[in-house]
């Protein structure tokens, strides 16, 4: 008896009802597949795996505008994002990074602006694969508030002194859009020297306008 040499991707990528229209459907259907195959190449995974994997055996490479252009359409497909598990987002992380693609439309209205966190929900999503312990910082507001949020200024404060230490202790989360409804704000990496697991970490959060003022200020605590 022959192996089974078939090996059902363990990601499924749950789409948006959305997607399932007449007429975009197939193109959805061969999103959707490229990055169930993706995700199967070894973790960390990096775009030139995925290049190599398009090329290898091939008997051309393609352009680097091509190429991007199908990067591009990746990212763009409309997911679920509530339904991601960490090695997908960690894939959808490397391929923003990547792109660096401008914030979509902000879901803003122009009043008023957050006072507790209470009005945002936190994600800290690891880079799966690595061994640097990498975090995506991810901030997505629960509410419309004033559009005049234009970055996240954060500081790191460690609360109980485990193991890790975040390089750098301050960072910024840009916006990058409006995901699932919610105005969205993001950091790609933040790093530590060990392990975090189990520390306590105060992150003060400073809504900035465009010209670095201030517009409100929280703290939430973190244990990872």
């Given at each position: 008896?022959?192996?089974?040499?078939?090996?059902?991707?363990?990601?499924?990528?749950?789409?948006q009802p959305s997607v399932f229209s007449i007429g975009i459907d197939s193109e959805t259907c061969s999103l959707l597949s490229?990055?169930?195959?993706?995700?199967?190449?070894?973790?960390?995974?990096?775009?030139?795996?995925?290049?190599?994997?398009?090329?290898?055996?091939?008997?051309?490479?393609?352009?680097?505008?091509?190429?991007?252009?199908?990067?591009?359409?990746?990212?763009?497909?409309?997911?679920?994002?509530?339904?991601?598990?960490?090695?997908?987002?960690?894939?959808?992380?490397?391929?923003?990074?990547?792109?660096?693609?401008?914030?979509?439309?902000?879901?803003?209205?122009?009043?008023?602006?957050?006072?507790?966190?209470?009005?945002?929900?936190?994600?800290?999503?690891?880079?799966?694969?690595?061994?640097?312990?990498?975090?995506?910082?991810?901030?997505a507001l629960n509410n419309s508030y004033s559009c005049d949020i234009f970055d996240i200024e954060c500081d790191i404060i460690k609360i109980d002194p485990?193991?890790?230490?975040?390089?750098?202790?301050?960072?910024?989360?840009?916006?990058?859009?409006?995901?699932?409804?919610?105005?969205?704000?993001?950091?790609?990496?933040?790093?530590?020297?060990?392990?975090?697991?189990?520390?306590?970490?105060?992150?003060?959060?400073?809504?900035?306008?465009?010209?670095?003022?201030?517009?409100?200020?929280?703290?939430?605590?973190?244990?990872?």
């Amino acid at each position: 008896m022959k192996d089974n040499l078939f090996k059902p991707c363990p990601y499924m990528y749950k789409l948006q009802p959305s997607v399932f229209s007449i007429g975009i459907d197939s193109e959805t259907c061969s999103l959707l597949s490229s990055l169930q195959n993706i995700s199967q190449l070894a973790a960390p995974v990096a775009i030139a795996d995925i290049r190599a994997q398009l090329e290898t055996g091939q008997v051309s490479t393609f352009t680097d505008a091509g190429f991007d252009q199908f990067l591009n359409k990746l990212y763009a497909l409309d997911l679920d994002t509530t339904a991601l598990v960490a090695a997908e987002i960690t894939i959808l992380n490397v391929i923003r990074e990547y792109l660096d693609p401008p914030a979509s439309l902000s879901c803003c209205n122009g009043i008023g602006l957050p006072a507790t966190d209470a009005d945002f929900d936190l994600s800290l999503n690891l880079r799966v694969g690595t061994s640097s312990f990498e975090y995506e910082v991810n901030l997505a507001l629960n509410n419309s508030y004033s559009c005049d949020i234009f970055d996240i200024e954060c500081d790191i404060i460690k609360i109980d002194p485990l193991s890790g230490t975040p390089i750098p202790p301050t960072i910024v989360l840009n916006k990058i859009g409006c995901v699932n409804g919610k105005q969205t704000f993001s950091k790609l990496w933040l790093d530590f020297t060990f392990d975090p697991t189990g520390d306590i970490y105060d992150f003060k959060f400073t809504f900035r306008d465009s010209t670095g003022a201030t517009l409100a200020l929280i703290t939430e605590t973190v244990t990872f």
